[in-house]
């Protein structure tokens, strides 16, 4: 099947069947024009577009796609998108807003050293919010630190293998902490 001839009914299966072909491309490619008026528009600073496209995924993956499951073909599945993706990201972008300081000064030359400063904290408080020390340890080693898998592994006394299995848990739970926040 070509991906010129998806209809809006394969598209929505394909996506509730995890079909990758049909994800990638309707999120990558038929998306592509929502996620950059997304960007520009709704957040008017450097924001990935690719880091958007998987928020946005996620959001429509949780309890089971229900939010995609509502679709219900009355119009076009991508006007449908764009009404769901800007609401989920004015509301994650009033969230962001509301969450800052406001006595923050804006220094032209330091911007891009306290966004990295301050996405480390997050991200520092976002896995210190794991319950479980085990996952705590898994991402703060292989994702923070960045380290070798076969190093941690040896370390925690478990194979490659199980280390996969446990980072894999990790970023679940870390994915519902965030989730739950939203």
């Not at 990558?28 to 924001?47: D, S």
């Not at 891009?112 to 319950?131: K, M, R, T, Y």
């Amino acid at each position: 099947m070509e991906s010129k001839t998806f209809s809006d009914r394969d598209i929505v299966e394909g996506i509730l069947a995890n079909d990758e072909q049909i994800s990638r491309y309707f999120f990558f490619e038929k998306c592509t024009p929502m996620f950059h008026y997304i960007v520009k528009k709704l957040f008017g600073y450097k924001v990935e577009k690719n880091e958007l496209i998987s928020e946005f995924y996620i959001y429509l993956q949780d309890n089971g796609w229900y939010k995609l499951r509502q679709f219900n073909y009355r119009c076009k599945l991508t006007t449908w998108t764009r009404v769901v993706a800007i609401r989920f990201f004015q509301k994650k972008r009033r969230e962001l807003i509301e969450s800052e300081s406001p006595s923050t000064l804006y220094m032209e030359n330091t911007e891009s050293i306290e966004d990295g400063i301050q996405d480390a904290l997050d991200v520092e408080s976002l896995v210190n919010s794991l319950s479980n020390s085990r996952y705590r340890d898994t991402i703060r080693k292989l994702i923070l630190e960045d380290r070798e898998p076969q190093e941690v592994a040896n370390e925690m006394e478990i194979t490659v293998d199980n280390l996969y299995n446990v980072k894999r848990r990790a970023l679940m739970q870390l994915i519902r902490t965030v989730k739950n926040d939203l």
